[in-house]
C-alpha cells in the first residue's frame, strides 16, 4: 500500500471514530480526498485502494488529469472547491460531480445555462463565507437564504447543501455551527466542512463531507 493509501485508511478510521463519539453513522460522511497540486502518481494508489471521492480547486488542472483517471474508474465523484469563474463554468459543468463553490448570481446564472446545454445536471452547492473574509469566496451569512431562493426561483437550480472554510487562524468550530445552523433554516441536507486540520470537530457538528487534503497526500 503506498503512503497515500495508508494516510486515507487512517484517516477513514478517524472519521469513523468521530462519528461514533457523537453518535453518528459513518456511513452519514463522505470523505472528499483533495488531490489539488498532486498527479496521478500520487492519486492513483488511493483510487486503487478503492476510494472515489476528490476534490480539485482548479478547473483547468482538473482537467488535466482526471478525464484519463475517469476512463479507468467510471464511478469516480469529482467535487470542484475551489473559486468558480463564469468562463470556466462549461468545463466544471462537464467535468464535476459536484459544484461546492456557487456564490454569486453570475455564476447561478452560467451554471444554470451550460447544464442546460450539456444535458448535466451536477449536484449544487452554495459557498458561506461566514467569516466575512473580504478576500474569501462566499455569499455572507445573512444573504444565503436570499441567494439560495434567487438560484432555486430565478434559474431553477436545485441546491442541495452548503460549504464553508472557515478563518484560517479562528477557532472553526463556531464557524461550523453557524453552516449547519443556516443549513437547517433552509431545509438543506449536505454541510461540506471541515479539513485536515479540523474534519473531526465537522464531524461533530453535523458535516455530511469533510474534505481532507494534506493529512492524505502530504504537504503541498
Ligand atoms: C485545499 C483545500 C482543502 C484541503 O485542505 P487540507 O488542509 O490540505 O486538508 C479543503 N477545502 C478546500 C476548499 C481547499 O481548497
Redesign the pocket.
Known amino acids: 500500500m503506498g503512503d497515500s493509501a495508508a494516510r486515507l485508511d487512517a484517516i477513514g478510521k478517524r472519521c469513523a471514530a468521530a462519528a461514533a463519539a457523537c453518535g453518528r453513522a459513518v456511513s452519514e460522511i463522505s470523505l472528499?480526498a483533495?488531490s489539488?497540486t498532486f498527479g496521478p502518481e500520487e492519486i492513483l494508489p488511493v483510487l486503487e485502494a478503492g476510494h472515489r471521492v476528490f476534490?480539485e480547486?482548479r478547473v483547468q488542472e482538473a482537467q488535466g488529469k482526471w478525464p484519463q483517471l475517469r476512463e479507468r474508474y467510471p464511478d469516480l465523484e469529482l467535487h470542484m472547491?475551489?473559486p468558480l469563474q463564469s468562463n470556466k463554468a462549461a468545463d466544471a459543468v462537464a467535468l464535476f460531480d459536484v459544484i461546492?463553490?456557487v456564490d454569486r448570481e453570475k455564476i447561478a446564472a452560467t451554471l444554470a445555462a451550460e447544464m442546460a446545454r450539456q444535458g448535466k445536471s451536477p449536484r449544487l452547492l452554495v459557498q458561506v463565507n461566514t467569516g466575512a473574509e473580504p478576500q474569501k469566496a462566499g455569499v455572507l451569512p445573512a444573504e444565503t437564504r436570499t441567494f439560495v431562493e434567487l438560484c432555486r426561483e430565478k434559474y431553477g437550480l436545485k441546491i442541495e447543501g452548503l460549504?464553508c472554510?472557515p478563518p484560517f487562524d479562528e477557532n472553526p468550530g463556531p464557524h461550523f455551527a453557524l453552516l449547519r445552523k443556516l443549513a437547517a433554516e433552509l431545509g438543506l441536507g449536505i454541510l461540506s466542512m471541515g479539513?485536515?486540520?479540523d474534519?473531526e470537530t465537522a464531524i461533530e457538528l453535523g458535516a455530511t463531507h469533510v474534505?481532507?487534503?494534506?493529512?492524505?497526500?502530504g504537504s503541498?
Open positions: 472528499v483533495v489539488k476534490g480547486n472547491i475551489g461546492e463553490t460549504m472554510i479539513m485536515s486540520a474534519f474534505r481532507v487534503g494534506s493529512a492524505i497526500f503541498r
